[in-house]
């Protein structure tokens, strides 16, 4: 702590001759930190408030021109930004007579901080120019002014009040207890001081608002108004077949050069965005499918325009269909020729056992009637028990044969399947009758490059079957 004063005690031992007392001193601390013992006199001034910040400027319009080579000045230029607003000084502080004499210490009155400068508001943005010509040259005769405002300039900071000084800084007061000549005769001398007070500190400077950012061309070589594009959509198939649908897609290209472009002086961002080219490609829907297209028609097909000028076409995940595309100009003709759900390709259902020995077949029912468009194979997995394993689980089973069913032991009438278990390389003594028996099934469909499959179980005990 920094030293303000010193304590000095004098002790006077009165004895048969004269002592010189000792002096003990004790550190007092600067400033605030002097103890509870300080008083001010007078009063602190009042800060200054801070100024108001500049107001932003309002951007420029953006327009939209048709250029025919006339003569043209256009002002989007942005607005500058407000200035910012001065802070205000610090009061002076008020300044009273200092108390004399007095056993504590004083702390003179402070000035006023001054407040802080308001900020500048920012600039306008120029406006943006949409320039529609089929002959680049006629910009020359475009004067066009699109810079962005300036900055407004900062608020000063205010000025800090003046402080009062102490008149006597430095005093000292002595206090004796006891009576002169006694042994307890003591004599106190304490030094106090008067701080002066604090000056106002000046208030800061604000900061200079942003400037506005130029405008910018965009180029159309069109004489109409350009249609926003649609790349993608997503759409019935009724839609679809009964009207069709028009894609389109406008390619961009950002360049380099914009105020060549316009008359000499003219202050536009040097980069701006051109169209090269708009593509129109037209999607429709023909059903040359025997299905009932009614089924069909509330469900929805993705198309896109990819890059290549090629349309793609998602699908539905739960339809098949067969179908070709043909591209005829500017249209795509989605055909197609047969459509299921895919659902459909797992509706198989077992029909049971029947005969015995090699004549044992395994029926099965196509229910979704569909059999005539999806091609089927078989695999096979024959285990057979002693036990019956119609009622209750079983684990002794022995896996007697296992592979594909090969094509011509798989008869199909209509929509119904018999698979010649029987002619299998199973041995006789594996398929005579009384044995438990596990038939697994399992069906791989495909269609049109679509597949699925099913697995079909079947436990039963071999017999006489019909």
Same mark, same amino acid.
């Given at each position: 702590m920094h030293v303000l004063g010193k304590l000095s005690l004098f002790t006077l031992f009165f004895t048969s001759s004269l002592v010189i007392p000792p002096v003990i001193r004790f550190d007092v601390c600067h400033g605030l930190a002097w103890g509870a013992d300080i008083k001010s006199f007078g009063q602190d001034g009042q800060s200054g408030q801070s100024g108001q910040a500049g107001q932003n400027s309002?951007?420029?319009?953006?327009?939209?021109?048709?250029?025919?080579?006339?003569?043209?000045?256009?002002?989007?230029?942005?607005?500058?930004?407000?200035?910012?607003?001065?802070?205000?000084?610090?009061?002076?502080?008020?300044?009273?007579?200092?108390?004399?004499?007095?056993?504590?210490?004083?702390?003179?009155?402070?000035?006023?901080?001054?407040?802080?400068?308001g900020n500048g508001g920012d600039g306008g943005n120029g406006g943006s120019l949409t320039i529609y010509t089929t002959n680049p040259t006629n910009l020359q005769q475009i004067y066009v002014n699109a810079g962005g405002g300036k900055g407004g300039q900062p608020g000063l900071g205010g000025i800090g009040g003046q402080s009062c000084q102490c008149s006597e800084p430095y005093w000292s007061l002595e206090a004796c207890t006891g009576n002169p000549g006694d042994s307890d005769y003591r004599c106190t001398t304490r030094e106090f001081r008067c701080q002066d007070g604090r000056q106002g500190a000046n208030g800061q400077t604000g900061v200079r608002g942003r400037d506005g950012l130029m405008g910018k061309l965009?180029?159309?070589?069109?004489d109409k108004p350009l249609e926003s594009d649609e790349s993608a959509a997503t759409?019935?198939?009724?839609?679809?077949?009964?009207?069709?649908?028009?894609?389109?897609?406008?390619?961009?290209?950002?360049?380099?050069?914009?105020?060549?472009?316009?008359?000499?002086?003219?202050?536009?961002?040097d980069q701006?965005?051109?169209?090269?080219?708009?593509?129109?490609?037209?999607?429709?829907? *023909?059903?040359? /499918?025997? $299905?009932?297209?009614?089924?069909?028609?509330?469900? =929805? #097909? %993705?198309?896109?325009?990819?890059?290549?000028?090629n349309m793609k076409v998602d699908l539905p995940d739960d339809l098949w269909i067969e179908a070709t595309t043909q591209q005829q100009n500017n249209l795509t003709q989605f055909i197609v020729y047969n459509a299921i759900r895919a659902q459909d390709a797992t509706q198989l259902e077992s029909q049971g056992l029947s005969g015995n020995q090699t004549n044992l077949k395994l029926t099965? *029912?196509?229910? /979704?009637? $569909?059999?005539?468009?999806?091609?089927?194979?078989? =695999? #096979? %997995?024959?285990?057979?028990?002693?036990?019956?394993?119609?009622?209750?689980?079983?684990?002794?089973?022995?896996?007697r044969y296992e592979g594909e069913i090969p094509e011509e032991l798989v008869m199909l009438d209509g929509n119904k399947f018999t698979l010649k278990i029987g002619e299998l390389p199973i041995k006789s003594n594996d398929l005579r009758s009384g044995l438990g028996v596990e038939i697994k099934i399992v069906a791989l469909r495909s269609f049109a490059g679509y597949s699925a499959e099913q697995t079909i179980r079947v436990k039963d005990v071999l017999g006489p079957f019909r």
């Open positions: 309002q951007d420029s319009d953006n327009i939209t021109i048709f250029a025919d080579g006339s003569p043209l000045t256009l002002n989007l230029a942005g607005l500058d930004g407000e200035q910012g607003k001065n802070g205000q000084d610090g009061e002076e502080a008020t300044c009273k007579s200092q108390p004399v004499n007095v056993p504590y210490h004083l702390q003179a009155p402070s000035g006023g901080n001054g407040g802080n400068g965009t180029l159309i070589n069109l759409v019935t198939m009724r839609t679809l077949k009964e009207k069709g649908y028009l894609l389109s897609k406008n390619n961009w290209e950002t360049r380099n050069g914009a105020k060549a472009l316009f008359a000499p002086g003219s202050i536009i961002d701006y965005l051109a169209l090269t080219e708009r593509i129109e490609r037209s999607f429709l829907l *023909v059903w040359n /499918a025997p $299905q009932q297209f009614s089924k069909f028609a509330p469900r =929805k #097909i %993705t198309l896109g325009l990819e890059n290549n000028r099965i *029912v196509d229910k /979704a009637q $569909q059999s005539n468009l999806i091609a089927t194979k078989f =695999k #096979i %997995t024959y285990r057979t028990t002693q036990s019956d394993p119609r009622f209750r689980p079983v684990s002794d089973y022995i896996t």
